[in-house]
């Protein structure tokens, strides 16, 4: 079964817009992964957050993390077209036993 | 470097025929994952080879499905007397599993079509 719940499950924003993603999910966890999809196939991996970390940074990209909450957000800033595509949260156990459960994903569509 | 590779990109069989799958994932990295992905939905974890040990099967469907992995390198998904809900894309991803990371790197996938 997934862990991950993520909301909304659609969203559609105009280019120069911010994106914000929602995850949230149930056990203990050792990481939070964002990856993202497009037209269907491979996924690429974004960023990681570690259990004990709360915000993360890269590039356009602002992960948060709430351990507390079991819930985790994306923030895209100033989107871009090219940033349309579906984007998953994944979790590893904190057991580590290698596993990541995936969500159900949110897509996203922006608008030039 | 040579990413995670896939083959068949594309497979249309028919209801009953057996398919496999092939998966060759990054050198180096001692797990590998094989996932699938009805369309619009999410990842749903199928099986798990980490190195020498035995695998995590808890996700396999039914006792249609099957996978092996010789050492660390390419793995096969065996689908057996398919059927039409087994549509959907099947995606393998590598990691290095020494990472407690465990950043997984994903092939282009296989998409199936049971008619």
């Known amino acids: 079964s997934q862990q991950g719940e993520e909301d909304p499950q659609a969203l559609s924003i105009q280019e120069g817009e911010n994106a914000t993603m929602n995850c949230s999910y149930k056990?203990?966890?050792?990481?939070l992964q964002w990856y993202r999809q497009n037209s269907g196939r491979g996924l690429v991996h974004l960023i990681l957050?570690?259990?004990?970390?709360r915000e993360k940074h890269s590039g356009r990209l602002r992960v948060t993390l709430d351990t507390s909450k079991k819930s985790s957000s994306l923030l895209i800033t100033a989107s871009r077209a090219a940033d349309t595509a579906s984007y998953f949260c994944a979790t590893l156990g904190s057991s580590n036993t290698g596993k990541l459960i995936f969500g159900q994903g949110t897509t996203l569509q922006v608008k030039p | 470097g040579a990413g995670v590779s896939q083959s068949p990109s594309n497979k249309v069989t028919e209801k009953g025929k057996d398919v496999e799958l092939r998966c060759d994932p990054i050198s180096g990295h001692t797990a590998l994952y094989w996932y699938r992905q009805r369309l619009g939905q999410g990842l749903e974890f199928l099986i798990y080879f980490q190195g020498n040990s035995a695998p995590d099967k808890s996700g396999l469907p039914s006792d249609r499905f099957s996978a092996e992995r010789t050492g660390e390198s390419v793995s096969t998904l065996t689908i057996q007397r398919t059927q039409q809900e087994d549509s959907a894309v099947y995606l393998c991803?590598?990691?290095?599993?020494?990472?407690?990371?465990?950043?997984?790197?994903f092939g282009p996938g296989t998409r199936l079509t049971v008619l």
């Open positions: 056990t203990s966890i050792n990481n």
């Open positions: 991803a590598s990691s290095l599993l020494s990472s407690s990371y465990n950043e997984q790197f």
């Open positions: 957050i570690r259990s004990n970390e």
